[in-house]
């Protein structure tokens, strides 16, 4: 009996791992993203960045803004843009619930990974972030060491 291949195997996950460190994660939601042309050819390709990410609201409206996608290299003359802002599709309730929160000081909405779901779409998580202080960092990197360290020790 023959194994049948999914037209989606490659796994892209292509994670900010800046976010983890700068921002405490308070709540994290799954978008759909609305691309145009070549522009998930590249993502399938794994060309994308999101370290300078971010994302607002327009008009009750959730954009991502300096989200690079790399123009698609075997593309002729229809090729995307590769810094544009771009449409993020969520639920009405979760639209609703992250401008609520969005409004209050000190918070903003960073995008944290990209990834292909099992249908073959671009999805993107997001989550709704507080800026850590620079103690708060550095207990991080602290935790983390006696982690490692402790890791170590077991082997």
Do not use: W
């Amino acid at each position: 009996m023959a194994i049948k291949k999914n037209k989606f195997d490659k796994i892209i996950n292509i994670r900010n791992k800046k976010a983890s460190h700068e921002f405490e994660f308070v709540d994290t939601f799954v978008a759909g993203l609305m691309l145009t042309g070549t522009e998930i050819k590249s993502i399938r390709e794994g060309k994308v960045s999101l370290t300078e990410a971010y994302c607002y609201f327009r008009r009750g409206e959730l954009f991502i803004k300096q989200m690079h996608i790399a123009p698609y290299s075997m593309a002729a003359s229809y090729n995307h843009d590769a810094v544009r802002e771009r449409k993020l599709l969520l639920n009405k309730k979760e639209l609703d619930k992250l401008e609520t929160k969005f409004s209050e000081k000190g918070l903003s909405i960073i995008p944290v990974r990209i990834f292909i779901n099992d249908k073959g779409l671009a999805k993107i998580e997001i989550a709704l972030a507080k800026g850590k202080k620079l103690h708060d960092k550095r207990q991080d990197i602290k935790e983390k060491d006696v982690k490692r360290e402790l890791d170590r020790m077991k082997f």
